[in-house]
């Protein structure tokens, strides 16, 4: 780590100017500065950003899901959540990077119905997760909900492959017929912070510092080849039943993100718009 210096060390005039933007009254430069002395992040001697050694055991930790990556559609959720998100921006808005993420998300009812959801849609070329909805309270439409999500760059992205998977588990003799499938945009938490997707804005010149940032940034913010999380399967489901079966009391699985809320998600499936609670 390096002795008594700032990023602004490490950057031109023009990147100072632009990192100098001031979001909610605070420079962001001044909000990575802090992250840095708090000990959140760590300043390394090539001028990189890097997690602390202990915070980044514990982002490569997956608890509650088994990811499927594909650099078709990467995911940057840690970056755009954690970094971005957490530390640069202090919650006060959303990344510039989320803007296009959406999903398909597919509700099985049962821990059978989503072990038969991964085997029957684990092979389709998605970036996507499954697993037990840690963030209860928000996320629970049945008092045991499991979910998958599987994600795009754009709507149209999303849409055919909503129709595609839609064909798959209609098609399924494993899967109920009336499984709920939606497309919802970007974050749950996001929706509960700053409203209704539909009504979300993004200042462009966040593109930039966020370009920017991703260079310096030490972690892997994109995937280039695909890479499949959790592989022991086995292992994998004793966990997912370990979680079902804790989650009579909610206090036991909280998220870090829930407060409590339920936020109305709009969906984008159908031809139109549509709020509705999950």
Not at 83 to 90: C, E, G, N, S
Not at 116 to 124: A, G, P, R, V, Y
Not at 249 to 269: C, F, L
Request: glycine share 4%; proline share 4%.
């Amino acid at each position: 780590m390096t002795m008594n210096k700032k990023i602004e060390d490490y950057l031109s005039a023009e990147q100072k100017e632009l990192l100098s933007f001031s979001n909610n009254s605070v420079r962001i430069l001044d909000n990575l500065e802090f992250a840095i002395s708090s000990g959140l992040l760590i300043l390394k001697d090539n001028g990189q950003l890097d997690w602390p050694p202990q915070k980044k055991s514990d982002l490569k930790q997956n608890r509650q899901y088994h990811a499927i990556h594909h650099p078709i559609n990467r995911r940057i959720c840690l970056f755009n959540n954690k970094f971005l998100y957490k530390l640069a921006y202090r919650e006060t808005c959303i990344p510039f990077g989320c803007k296009d993420c959406f999903k398909v998300k597919v509700i099985p009812q049962t821990f059978i119905e989503l072990t038969n959801l991964f085997e029957i849609t684990k092979d389709l070329y998605f970036t996507s997760k499954f697993g037990y909805e840690l963030r209860n309270r928000l996320n629970r439409s049945s008092p045991y909900q499991y979910a998958a999500y599987f994600y795009f760059v754009g709507l149209e992205e999303a849409k055919k492959a909503y129709t595609t998977i839609s064909e798959i588990i209609d098609t399924s003799p494993d899967i109920k017929m009336n499984i709920k499938t939606l497309i919802k945009r970007g974050c749950t938490h996001f929706e509960i912070k700053f409203g209704p997707s539909n009504k979300w804005t993004f200042n462009p010149v966040f593109e930039a510092i966020e370009s920017l940032i991703e260079s310096f940034y030490h972690g892997t913010c994109r995937r280039t080849e695909p890479i499949k999380e959790n592989e022991n399967m086995l292992e994998f489901s004793e966990k997912w039943l370990f979680l079902a079966s804790h989650a009579v009391n909610e206090n036991n699985i909280v998220d870090e993100d829930d407060d409590g809320k339920k936020p109305a998600v709009v969906t984008y499936h159908d031809n139109d718009e549509n709020e509705i609670f999950l």
